[in-house]
């Protein structure tokens, strides 16, 4: 009875939120929230701009992915579930990985899985968040990330926040009959600040 009515306060509970913007807040995986995580990675049109090939998500393996990513220690990764903070519903996942404190890097990664949460500007602040994150409280020096070359919109929305052209994979990405260019993109802990600087400014 006693494991059962913790399981129903957990499922009625508010979600911890770690890093809290205006419109998302961040906070850890969850296995109450796999169903999501497995309709997410089983999504066409959110795998369409990924750089992962699309392959089917079994239940098995998105409980073998989650108890790898939450159960361990991981010093060279850090996960969070994204929540729209006027629902509290989660709407994707966001991530740095390969975290390397010798040369003070790591990779970012992120993923809306709710459609209906597309052009929001939920990415943008979301980006922002991980990346203040990154800088203030890792510690890192430089944040890089990849990107699929017809992701223009993604590309705009890291130029905005600081990142940084780094270079291409020249047709690395197969999609829809066609290669396309993989696109490298860096951001500095100053570069970041800078903007973050001016976007200050901007809204003061």
Not at 163 to 179: D, M, N, S, T, V
Request: hydrophobic share 40%; proline share 3%.
């Amino acid at each position: 009875m006693a494991s059962g009515q913790n399981s129903a306060q957990r499922d009625t509970a508010e979600p911890i939120m770690n890093l809290i913007g205006q419109k998302i807040a961040l906070g850890p995986l969850q296995r109450e929230l796999l169903p999501y995580y497995q309709r997410w990675m089983n999504d066409a049109d959110v795998n369409a701009l990924r750089i992962y090939t699309l392959r089917p998500m079994t239940w098995e393996a998105v409980e073998v992915w989650y108890e790898q990513v939450s159960k361990e220690m991981n010093l060279d990764a850090a996960f969070f579930t994204i929540y729209e903070r006027s629902t509290t519903r989660p709407i994707g996942l966001t991530m740095l990985l390969d975290i390397a404190f010798l040369n003070k890097s790591a990779e970012f990664a992120i993923s809306i899985g709710e459609k209906d949460c597309w052009h929001k500007g939920y990415g943008t602040e979301t980006t922002r968040l991980m990346l203040d994150y990154a800088f203030r409280v890792v510690g890192l020096h430089s944040v890089r990330l990849r990107t699929l070359s017809f992701n223009t919109r993604a590309i705009h929305v890291y130029e905005h926040v600081g990142f940084q052209h780094a270079g291409i994979w020249r047709e690395a990405h197969p999609f829809e009959g066609k290669l396309h260019n993989i696109v490298l993109m860096d951001c500095l802990a100053r570069d970041f600040f800078m903007f973050d600087g001016q976007q200050e400014k901007t809204i003061s």
